[in-house]
């Protein structure tokens, strides 16, 4: 209680040291060789994924897959689709995101799944898919510069528990290229792409009026 002439004196609370945050060497490095090592993951990723896989050679009678290269692809396209799920899923699990354990298991398949079926109908739009989608993941995870925590963590595992991924939907994943390249070679290449080369020519060989 202040007491009759006497004088209140305000005093102000000396506020706190702000807290030095020292930046080494370590730090730089670390983001150096997480971007390196992101962005060239991302890079092979959407290069492979842009692209139909069957390997053409030119013959006398046009352009030709060989027996070898058939077997080649047919043995390494469904390891290639799990890989690039499953770059596409680490990522997604990693980043600090509000997707749940079915978002986490849809998003990667469908995600490769539209790159392939692109990849077959329009090479550019498929480049642009694929090189997109992978570096803008990468990209918001490096500027939030946040993962999940243990929490987070614990409970997408969890919520995977109860998550069955039938056959048909996962024969689907695997062997939709398989389809789409068939229908690419057969159709575009055997057929279209000499059909068009030859109404070219006997367009250019057409004598000129005037």
């Known amino acids: 209680m202040i007491q009759p002439g006497s004088v209140a004196v305000a005093t102000n609370p000396v506020p706190d040291a702000p807290t030095v945050i020292d930046i080494g060497i370590g730090e730089i490095i ?6 390196v ?10 290069r492979a994924m842009e692209r139909p896989r069957l390997r053409l050679v030119e013959t006398s009678g046009g352009m030709r897959a060989l027996p070898r290269d058939v077997v080649l692809y ?13 770059f596409f899923w680490v990522i997604l699990l990693l980043a600090d995101n509000q997707l749940d354990a079915l978002g986490l298991i849809v998003l990667p398949a469908s995600i490769v799944v539209a790159a392939r079926v692109l990849a077959h ?13 992978p570096l803008t993941i ?15 963590f ?10 069955n991924v039938t056959w048909p939907a ?10 789409l390249t068939a229908g690419w070679y057969w159709i575009y290449v055997r057929w279209w792409a000499p059909n068009a080369a030859a109404r070219r020519e006997r367009r250019d060989d057409r004598p000129r009026t005037g």
């Open 30 to 35: 670390g983001w150096t060789v997480t971007i």
């Open 37 to 46: 090592v992101a962005a060239f993951l991302a890079y092979v990723v959407y």
């Open 74 to 86: 047919a043995v390494s396209i469904p390891f290639l689709i799990l890989t690039w799920i499953l």
């Open 121 to 133: 109908l329009n090479s550019r739009v498929a480049h642009e898919v694929a090189k997109i989608v």
């Open 138 to 152: 990468i990209t918001l995870i490096i500027l939030g510069g946040q993962i999940r925590d243990d929490a987070s």
């Open 154 to 163: 614990n409970r997408i595992f969890e919520q995977l528990e109860p998550i």
């Open 170 to 179: 996962l024969v689907f994943v695997l062997l939709v290229d398989y389809a």
